[in-house]
């Protein structure tokens, strides 16, 4: 994701860093697949069911989750409900304006939602209280704090953890009565994104705010815990040959996998 800059300034950008990647360097030193460190703070936000801050090198999300219960959809009346919000704060850049959802913050919304929907990380048959009528609905809000590059994998991570760690109140009767209990939400696995640009022939994982700004073609791929591939978005004005998408794939199934690793100990540390 990038914004608007002078035509003439992303041009002598993109000339610097393909003189560099002739090179296999990047202007922050990284290797063309290698990420930024990943921080992770769990349950900042005390009021919400679950809740996590996630900083990919400078770039900082904090997502929450609240679950209300509420009349399911038509078309699924058998399923709870899975909604996922995302907003740019106007601190986080000052590209950024107040104002309504714009393109941007509707398109990290989707691909998380589409993300965690398609690799049914959540068990939505179990948050029917009573078909057709009432289910629990899981609210997942994205907050951008701070923006350089790879909002998508950021955004992902913090609302994956999000939910992996909500407890809800659920109500259950037990011997004619009426009781309530925390309840984690029903995981059935932990899914990644991973995101990637081309500029010319070359393939970076982890694209700073800088290079996304002069990128050929963006690939968001999202992969759950069996390696399959169960999402992706595709962004930029060029297109990706064949050869070239087999190889984003190649090279971003591990690292979702290192990804996973380090979210499933920060929740094993946190909750062991």
């Known amino acids: 994701m990038s914004f608007k800059r002078s035509s003439i300034i992303e041009n002598l950008r993109k000339t610097q860093m393909l003189d560099l990647l002739s090179k296999q360097k990047r202007l922050d030193g990284r290797a063309l697949n290698e990420y930024r460190p990943i921080t992770i ?7 919400a069911n679950g809740s996590a801050e996630v900083s990919i090198g400078d770039t900082k999300v904090i997502a929450g989750v609240k679950v209300e219960t509420g009349e399911p ?5 058998q399923q709870g ?14 590209m950024i304006e107040p104002g309504p959802p714009d393109e941007d913050s509707i398109e990290v919304s989707r691909v998380v ?15 029917v209280i009573e078909p057709g009528k009432l289910v629990y609905c899981v609210f997942v809000d994205i907050d951008i704090l701070n923006i350089d590059g790879n ?6 991570i913090a609302a994956v953890l999000s939910i992996a760690t909500a407890k809800y109140d659920k109500k259950i ?20 994104s991973v995101t990637s640009i081309t500029i010319g ?6 694209p700073t705010e ?6 050929d073609s963006r690939m968001t791929i999202t992969f759950d815990e069996e390696g399959h591939l169960c999402a992706g978005q595709k962004g930029g004005s060029v297109g990706l040959s064949v050869e070239q998408l087999f190889k984003i794939v190649d090279l971003s199934k591990p690292k979702a996998e290192e990804i996973r690793a380090l979210i499933k100990k920060v929740i094993s540390n946190a909750y062991p």
């Not at 959809?73 to 009346?77: E, G, L, R, S, V």
């Open 81 to 94: 409900l899975l909604i996922v919000n995302a907003e740019f704060l106007p601190l986080s850049s000052a």
């Open 151 to 156: 909002l998508f994998d950021a955004a992902f």
């Open 173 to 192: 009767v037990n011997e004619g009565k009426e009781e309530i209990t925390k309840t984690p939400l029903p995981l059935r696995l932990i899914p990644v």
């Open 210 to 215: 800088e290079e996304d700004s002069v990128h």
């Open 41 to 47: 703070r769990l349950n900042p936000i005390q009021k």
């Open 113 to 127: 939602d589409r993300g965690i929907r398609e690799s049914q990380m959540l068990n939505l048959k179990e948050l």
């Open 201 to 206: 022939d070359n393939i970076l994982l982890d």
């Open 73 to 77: 959809f038509p078309d699924t009346p």
